[in-house]
C-alpha cells in the first residue's frame, strides 16, 4: 500500500513539474519571444522567403511601436469569436497566421498615397517619406513546375483555372545570369516570358499598382493601389510590405489595431531558398540540393 501511495505521490509530482515547465514555455514564447519564418516575398529584399527571424514580444508590450520596425501581427482579416475566453485562445494559442509588414504610420499620423511623375510615394504628416528599404528590384514569374509538367497539366485542363496558384513571382537581379541570383534559385526553362520578344515578363520597381475595390470609412480610403488617405486613430497603424508591387498590406486592409501587433522583428537567424514550413523535410527531400540554396551570407544579422 505504501508503495502505490509512493507511486501515486510521484506521478503527480512528475505531472506539476511538467505542466509547471510548459506554463513557463508558453508564457515565454507569449509574452517573451518568438521565431518566425517567411512564407511569402512581401517584404523582399529585406526578408526573403524561407528565412527564420526572432523577435521581441516583451517590449512592444511596454514601449512605443515605431515607424519604420517591421512587426509580427495576427491576420486582419481573421474572423475572431465573439467569445472572450475563445477569442483569447485564437490570439495567443491557436487561430489565425502571423503576418510581418513596415510600420509606416502611427497612431494619429495623417498617411497619404500618391502618383508623382508616374512612380508612388508616400507622406505622412504632409512630409514625403524616405524609403531606403523599398525593393529596388525588378520581379519576375517562374513557374512552379518544369515545362513538360506544366504541359501535361494544361493538356488536361486541371491547371487551366489555376495557373496563378502555378505562378512564383521573385525579386531579380538583371545584371546576374540565372544561376546565380542573390536571392531565389531561378530555373532558366521556368521564366514566364512574353509570346512575342521572348523575353521575361519583369514588373520594375515604381509601376504604380492597377487599384481595386475602393473603401471609405469616413474621410479616409484605399483601394488596394498605391493612392490611398487615411488618418489614423489613437489604437491604429497602417503598415506596408518593402516590396511594394508583391505585398498583401493595409493598401488592401487599411489599418491595424495595436492588439494585434504581437512582436517586433529584430534578428535574422538563417536563410534556405525553401518553400517548406519546417526545412528538415526539405533536407530530408533534397539532401544534396538543399546545401546549395543555403544563403550563408544572410545568416547572423540584425534587421532594419
Known amino acids: 500500500m505504501a508503495y502505490a501511495k509512493s507511486k501515486t505521490e510521484g506521478f503527480w509530482a512528475n505531472f506539476k513539474e511538467i505542466t509547471i515547465l510548459l506554463l513557463i514555455v508558453f508564457l515565454v514564447r507569449t509574452f517573451g519571444f518568438g521565431l518566425y519564418q517567411v512564407p ?10 524561407g528565412e527564420r527571424f526572432f523577435a521581441d514580444k516583451f517590449t512592444p508590450l511596454f514601449t512605443n511601436i515605431k515607424r519604420g520596425d517591421i512587426i509580427a501581427f495576427n491576420d486582419p482579416l481573421f474572423e475572431y469569436s465573439d467569445n472572450k475566453l475563445k477569442r483569447l485562445f485564437q490570439e495567443y494559442v491557436w487561430g489565425p497566421s502571423n503576418w510581418t509588414k513596415r510600420v509606416i504610420g ?4 495623417e498617411v497619404k498615397g500618391v502618383i508623382e511623375n508616374g512612380k508612388p510615394v508616400v507622406y505622412v504628416n504632409g512630409k514625403k517619406l524616405h524609403e531606403p528599404y523599398i525593393n529596388k528590384y525588378p520581379l519576375i514569374q517562374v513557374w512552379k513546375v518544369g515545362r513538360c509538367k506544366l504541359q501535361q497539366l494544361l493538356r488536361s485542363g486541371s491547371a487551366r483555372r489555376y495557373l496563378g496558384q502555378l505562378l512564383n513571382t521573385k525579386s531579380y537581379d538583371s545584371s546576374a545570369p540565372y544561376n546565380k541570383q542573390p536571392f531565389y534559385d531561378i ?5 514566364l516570358r512574353n509570346t512575342s520578344s521572348g523575353e521575361p515578363m519583369l514588373i520594375f520597381p515604381g509601376t504604380p499598382i492597377e487599384p481595386g475595390k475602393k473603401v471609405t470609412k469616413g474621410g479616409n480610403y484605399w483601394n488596394n493601389g498605391d493612392e490611398f488617405y487615411i488618418k489614423l486613430g489613437k489604437d491604429q497603424f497602417w503598415v506596408m510590405g518593402d516590396n511594394r508591387l508583391g505585398s498583401h498590406d493595409s493598401r488592401v486592409f487599411g489599418p491595424i489595431t495595436r492588439r494585434l501587433i504581437h512582436g517586433k522583428i529584430l534578428f535574422r537567424i538563417w536563410s534556405v531558398d525553401s518553400d517548406e514550413n519546417w526545412w528538415i523535410w526539405d533536407l530530408i527531400k533534397h539532401p544534396i540540393d538543399f546545401w546549395k540554396r543555403v544563403r550563408w551570407s544572410r545568416f547572423f544579422q540584425v534587421v532594419r
Open 187 to 191: 530555373k532558366k526553362d521556368r521564366v
Open 106 to 109: 502611427q497612431p494619429n499620423d
Open 40 to 49: 511569402t516575398g512581401s517584404m523582399e529584399t529585406t526578408m526573403l522567403v
